[in-house]
């Protein structure tokens, strides 16, 4: 006898301020089996996003989407909510047919290769996305030879890039480096349309908050700093962001200045890198 099966693919947003998304499983719904959740992405996928990723960490978002379907009933309730925490596309939901546990693996199988595989096209990890002002900053740390490959080498006394929160994985400080303290470096790179500006604010504050939590895990002598890429122009419209980010505790150095820096990469890299 013939079971119906309805599904939704199921997604990871491993860091929202850069809007990347990938497909890691689906939720099964059958009426005898009620819904199951169905990892499907491998370890080295999840990892090309974000290197702290593991097994534990997999099991425990399966678990947390496991806690949003049972406190639900009907597909309709759960696919909604699912969504309202960013799990699935709510009105995406895949239906299928099937007369043997056998016809159900092959199935899974073409869902898997369809929408999860890291074969897949569209559902490819994107790479990590930086501003021009990012690249400047790592070009300069290169240059400088300070610039570390991951967080490990934060104990070599180099500036490590994207390194994500303490806790807190799905936020980022764009540079941290470790000399008696911990450094952490914010950037913003205000070069987009001036209707654009006021997004600016929200990736500010976005910022701001991830550098508080940082500070939280690496201390209360965390220093903050704030490099900020503002054109000509545009002084008006950002000094609110100025003003936010002042208000936050952090030291604001402005690109375009060549003093300020210079006072930057005193305080951001080691000494002997400087002279």
């Not at 596309?89 to 239906?95: F, K, R, S, V, Y």
């Not at 990736?203 to 903050?224: D, F, I, W």
Request: with cysteine.
């Amino acid at each position: 006898m013939s079971a119906t099966y309805h599904y939704v693919v199921l997604r990871l947003a491993p860091d929202q301020t850069r809007g990347e998304v990938i497909n890691v499983g689906i939720a099964l719904f059958s009426k005898d089996e009620g819904a199951r959740v169905l990892t499907m992405a491998t370890l080295n996928k999840l990892r090309a996003i974000d290197a702290s990723w593991d097994s534990q960490r997999l099991t425990a978002w399966a678990q947390g989407v496991r806690m949003v379907l049972d406190n639900e009933r009907g597909i309709a309730a759960q696919t909604q909510a699912l969504a309202r925490f960013g799990f699935c596309e709510p009105d995406a939901i895949g239906m299928f047919t099937a007369d043997t546990p056998d016809d159900v693996a092959k199935r899974l199988q073409t869902i898997k290769a369809t929408y999860v595989a890291n074969k897949a096209n569209e559902d490819r990890p994107k790479r990590e996305k930086r501003t021009r002002l990012q690249t400047a900053l790592r070009d300069q740390f290169k240059k400088m030879h300070v610039l570390g490959n991951d967080t490990e080498d934060l104990a070599k006394h180099l500036v490590v890039a994207n390194v994500p929160v303490p806790s807190h994985s799905e936020l980022k400080t764009d540079f941290v480096y470790k000399n008696g303290v911990y450094r952490i470096t914010q950037t913003i790179d205000y070069h987009v349309a001036p209707d654009s500006v006021h997004n600016k604010l929200a990736e500010a504050c976005v910022k701001s908050t991830a550098a508080e939590l940082a500070m939280k895990a690496y201390g209360p002598e965390t220093q903050r700093l704030a490099v900020l890429d503002i054109p000509q122009g545009m002084e008006d419209a950002t000094d609110a962001h100025v003003d936010l980010l002042l208000a936050q505790g952090f030291e604001v150095f402005h690109f375009g200045d060549n003093t300020s820096m210079a006072e930057y990469l005193k305080r951001a890299t080691p000494v002997a890198a400087i002279n």
